[in-house]
């Protein structure tokens, strides 16, 4: 059940999104826009109560249940940023608005900015941990949900290999060119 959920909460994301944008930028309407871009976090709240009632209603744990939390910790973290970029993206494409926020190409703005990056990342498995652990907690019986713990474990390869790209762009920075005067 709990992994239709998530499936279910990553389209509805995305088609809410769709739709909020399509409904402010294409149809002009506002309101109905902002009602929808509104709804989007209410999907992690689905997400949070379906996986919790599903464990306390005996569920065995499984991996289902460490993706619901790290989709939910994603979406703490990274859901406003990336409802900022597709708003961004769809006004330049559809309503003739600026180009998008890039990052920065190379040299040490572009390291500071991978940085940001991965310390985001290490507050969203936080956030995915402190789920789990709250889930552990709320079952009480270790036999259940020793599949959250493993998942932890796994999930934790995550913010290790995501240090590649500031650790690369800080020991080895990418010259950025600069205009002739």
Same mark, same amino acid.
């Given at each position: 059940?709990?992994? +239709?959920?998530?499936?279910? @909460? ?9 739709? %909020? ?8 309407? !506002? ?17 949070? +109560? ?6 306390? /209603? ?7 249940? /460490?993706? +619901? ?40 703005? !572009? ?8 310390? !985001?990342?290490?507050? +969203?498995? %936080?956030?995915? @941990?402190?789920?789990?652990? /709250?889930?552990i907690w709320i079952v009480d019986d270790p036999s259940r949900t020793a599949a959250l ?17 500031p650790v690369s762009y800080t020991l080895f920075p990418k010259k950025v060119a600069t205009s002739p005067e």
């Amino acid at each position: 059940m709990i992994l +239709a959920v998530v499936i279910g @909460c990553e389209i509805g994301f995305w088609v809410l999104l769709g739709l %909020g944008l399509a409904s402010r930028y294409l149809w002009g309407m !506002r309101r109905l826009s902002t009602a929808l871009l509104i709804s989007v976090p209410l999907l992690d709240v689905i997400l949070l +109560a379906a996986a919790v009632i599903d464990m306390r /209603g005996g569920a065995q744990a499984a991996w289902h249940h /460490g993706l +619901a939390a790290a989709y939910l910790a994603y979406s703490v973290v990274f859901g406003h940023r990336t409802v900022k970029w597709a708003d961004a993206t769809f006004a330049h494409r559809f309503a003739g608005g600026p180009e998008p926020w890039k990052p920065p190409a190379g040299g040490m703005a !572009r390291a500071w900015y991978e940085w940001g990056i991965w310390l !985001r990342i290490v507050l +969203a498995y %936080g956030i995915a @941990c402190a789920l789990l652990f /709250g889930l552990i907690w709320i079952v009480d019986d270790p036999s259940r949900t020793a599949a959250l713990t493993a998942f932890m474990g796994g999930l934790l390869k995550v913010p290790l290999i995501a240090a590649l790209w500031p650790v690369s762009y800080t020991l080895f920075p990418k010259k950025v060119a600069t205009s002739p005067e």
